[in-house]
């Protein structure tokens, strides 16, 4: 079975500067997709970035960007340029091809606080 | 475009008794998923529809159902509440079930079970 694993529970940055969080996951599959999602008090889960493990090209949306390491099974999230509005809970999410295309699997999450 | 859709937001319940759940897509999504949130254990996957059939289901005991409708409109079931049923439930959509297309989340239900 797939796992996925977040290895820092809480992180904080200054509003402005960089921040990364970690994720590695486990798989068999050689096809698969990555997702993170953000989850603001709010509740919900907004997605923020999405790599598909057959391309190559790390994925990138404004100020996010993924370092995404097949080989090492890594893929973290870089938010540039760190805003009030980023603080939440953020979810690594793996999505296999062949079972339940459907069936995201989370890991534990990493709660971010931006420092003003 | 309006978002996923779940309704009640907030649901007290007493342990036996039984609940539903429901969760409107995104107009035109036909996939929809349930995942359960807790402290503990994190998001976990429920199941998945399409079509009105179950392609997936996560390991739940057999109290947790779902169904879907011709308008992709979905519910879930939990009969026989228990304590540790408590948690955010979450319904996601997408457009269909192929594996690149991105969920969509719901403010979830919050059920707390007394």
């Known amino acids: 079975a797939q796992t996925v694993t977040q290895s820092q529970p809480e992180m904080s940055v200054q509003e402005a500067e960089t921040v990364t969080l970690s994720c590695t996951y486990d798989?068999?599959?050689?096809?698969?997709?990555l997702f993170w999602y953000k989850q603001p008090p709010s509740r919900q889960m907004i997605l923020v970035i999405r790599?598909?493990?057959?391309?190559?090209q790390n994925a990138t949306e404004n100020r996010f960007s993924v370092n995404f390491q097949k080989a090492a099974k890594s893929f973290s999230l870089k938010i540039s340029d760190s805003q009030l509005g980023d603080a939440a809970m953020y979810f690594c999410?793996?999505?296999?091809?062949?079972?339940?295309?459907?069936?995201?699997?989370f890991g534990q999450g990493t709660r971010l606080t931006i420092n003003p | 475009k309006a978002g996923v859709t779940q309704t009640p937001r907030y649901l007290i319940k007493t342990r036996g008794q039984q609940v539903t759940l429901s969760c409107s897509p995104i107009?035109?999504?036909?996939?929809v998923s349930w995942y359960q949130q807790t402290p503990g254990q994190g998001l976990q996957f429920l199941f998945e529809?399409?079509?009105?059939?179950?392609?997936n289901k996560g390991n739940f005991p057999g109290r947790f159902s779902g169904r879907q409708f011709s308008n992709s409109r979905s519910e879930m079931n939990v009969s026989t509440l228990e304590l540790g049923d408590s948690a955010l439930y979450l319904c996601?959509?997408?457009?269909?079930?192929?594996?690149?297309?991105?969920?969509?989340f719901g403010d979830g239900t919050r059920l707390s079970i007394l």
């Open positions: 790599q598909e493990a057959y391309k190559q």
């Open positions: 996601a959509s997408s457009l269909g079930p192929e594996g690149g297309q991105p969920q969509h």
């Open positions: 529809y399409f079509s009105e059939t179950q392609r």
């Open positions: 999410a793996y999505k296999g091809v062949n079972q339940g295309a459907q069936k995201l699997v």
């Open positions: 107009s035109g999504h036909r996939s």
């Open positions: 798989t068999s599959e050689s096809d698969y997709y």
